[in-house]
């Protein structure tokens, strides 16, 4: 089964700047639209950025100007920078496929500290 590791949280200071991995274990970037989730305590998982097989990207409305994704197909691996750092944005950071999920990683924590 395809594998999904995602690395790259920590503590950052509100302002910030973290660039979250996602490291995936067959080449599917090129048949799927990708994104990034988070999960805050108590919250449900949202839906954070995605990127598509052609490379259009999308963003959520609260992180719009602040996050970008991207990916490098011949890594697998795919991206998030992450600049000015809100409190809000403390979370568990995942990836995956926007549609149709695949097995969920175990995530990278990011905290933010005001």
């Known amino acids: 089964q395809v594998q999904l590791v995602e690395s790259g949280g920590g503590l950052v200071q509100a302002g910030g700047s973290l660039r979250l991995s996602c490291v995936v274990s067959?080449?599917?970037?090129?048949?799927?639209?990708m994104g990034w989730y988070r999960q805050a305590p108590g919250k449900q998982r949202e839906l954070v950025a995605t990127?598509?097989?052609?490379?259009?990207?999308s963003y959520a409305d609260s992180v719009k100007g602040r996050f970008t994704i991207s990916r490098d197909n011949a890594k697998n691996t795919m991206y998030l920078q992450m600049n000015n750092l809100k409190p809000d944005d403390a979370a568990v950071y995942y990836c995956?496929?926007?549609?149709?999920?695949?097995?969920w990683g175990q995530g990278t924590q990011v905290t933010v500290s005001s």
């Open positions: 067959e080449n599917i970037f090129r048949f799927n639209t």
């Open positions: 995956n496929r926007a549609r149709t999920f695949l097995v």
């Open positions: 990127i598509t097989s052609g490379g259009s990207t």
